[in-house]
Nanobody, 118 residues
């Protein structure tokens, strides 16, 4: 069973950038679809981005298209989320997730907080 740990959250002014990292241990990392999710206060968790294991195919939630970039380095068992032009509405706890197929995630990290102020 893979285990996930996020890092890179913080506080940033609107228009700024942050890069989240997720390190995986256990399992065969390249076999997993990896995703980033977020949960804002009082709201449900929502998918932000997903990336396939080998081909690098990606999927983004509409509100982050053109601003966020998901990537992975299988040799380092890591997945990243580059977030540019951040907005206050991006404020949330961001979670890394792993799963066997698109939209099917069964392993989660503990989350990292991103706070964007105007």
């Amino acid at each position: 069973q893979v285990q996930l740990e996020e890092s890179g959250g913080g506080t940033v002014q609107a228009g700024g950038s942050l890069r989240l990292s997720c390190s995986a241990s256990g399992g065969t990392f390249s076999r997993y679809i990896m995703g980033w999710f977020r949960q804002a206060p009082g709201k449900e968790r929502e998918m932000v981005a997903q990336i396939s294991g080998y081909s690098g195919s990606v999927y983004y939630e509409d509100s982050v298209k053109g601003r966020f970039t998901i990537s992975r380095v299988n040799a380092q068992n890591s997945v990243y989320l580059q977030m540019d032009n951040l907005k206050p509405e991006d404020t949330a706890v961001y979670f890394c997730a792993a799963g066997p197929r698109w939209w099917d995630f069964d392993t989660w990290g503990r989350g990292t907080l991103v706070a964007v102020f105007s």
